[in-house]
């Protein structure tokens, strides 16, 4: 009886029909992609500013904590330094009208309203070294007040703080909005609030949209028809202060009045 010859079972790697090729055992995973470089940034920055005060950070990562709060994911610092680039200092950022800031890409209304908040914040704190107090022994809160409530305005404004008889301080008011070189001041409705409030002194203040505080010969011609009006009142005008980017100008201070 003839005997049948073995023959080998086909290997997967003759590429012969019956059996499947070998699958690896085990394959590497994926190298991981590395976290976006902001990804703990804010908490390096809250914890440089706990450690060592506003003065730690520079003006664009103050804007950057600013803006945590209205864009709580992604990175804030390349809209924060847009803002500084488009208006050149922090507090120019705080005082930009929200018409300027929808100008910069990714200001939106969240953005707008935490800028606006700081600078809400601020006018209330530098306001409350004034109420309440004398006047004219808080000349220099009053002055520094004054310029961070409408030294970076757009148009001029024309502001009026009313005085008791102990010079403090019964109403702060914006009396007109004009132009950017203009606002008009009517004398007789100056007095008339001054009776309506019983105010017996005023201290005025106005802005130069341009940055520079020097009064123009309408100014100084405009405050000495008040002060020659509300004299005869029994109200005295402390001053004309007016304010701009630069700083501001007394003309008291000048001997204008």
Not at 65 to 83: E, H
Not at 101 to 127: F, N, P, S, Y
Not at 157 to 179: H, M, P, S, W, Y
């Amino acid at each position: 009886m003839a005997r049948r010859s073995r023959t080998s079972p086909p290997s997967a790697a003759s590429g012969e029909s019956g059996a499947a090729p070998q699958a690896a055992l085990w394959e590497a995973p994926p190298a991981a992609a590395p976290p976006p470089h902001h990804v703990g940034h804010r908490k390096r920055l809250r914890d440089r500013f706990r450690k060592g005060g506003p003065d730690a950070l520079p003006d664009y990562e103050l804007i950057e904590m600013i803006l945590f709060r209205a864009l709580p994911q992604g990175d804030t610092k390349p809209l924060a330094k847009a803002l500084l680039a488009k208006f050149g200092s922090f507090p120019d950022v705080i005082n930009a009208t929200e018409a300027r800031l929808r100008e910069v890409a990714g200001a939106g209304d969240r953005v707008i309203d935490e800028l606006k908040l700081v600078r809400a914040a601020a006018l209330r704190l530098m306001q409350s070294e004034i109420v309440g107090r004398t006047v004219l022994g808080s000349w220099q809160a009053v002055l520094d007040y004054c310029r961070a409530a409408q030294g970076f305005g757009e148009k001029e404004q024309f502001r009026i703080l009313f005085l008791d008889k102990r010079n403090q301080l019964v109403a702060d008011e914006i009396q007109q909005t004009g132009t950017v070189d203009h606002t008009p001041v009517y004398i007789r409705e100056v007095l008339k609030r001054a009776l309506e409030l019983s105010a017996s002194a005023l201290v005025l203040v106005h802005n130069h949209p341009s940055g520079d505080p020097t009064p123009s010969a309408a100014d100084i011609d405009m405050t000495r028809q008040i002060i020659t009006a509300a004299r005869p009142l029994g109200i005295q005008v402390h001053d004309h202060v007016i304010v701009g980017r630069t700083g501001y100008v007394s003309m008291k201070g000048k001997r204008l009045i």
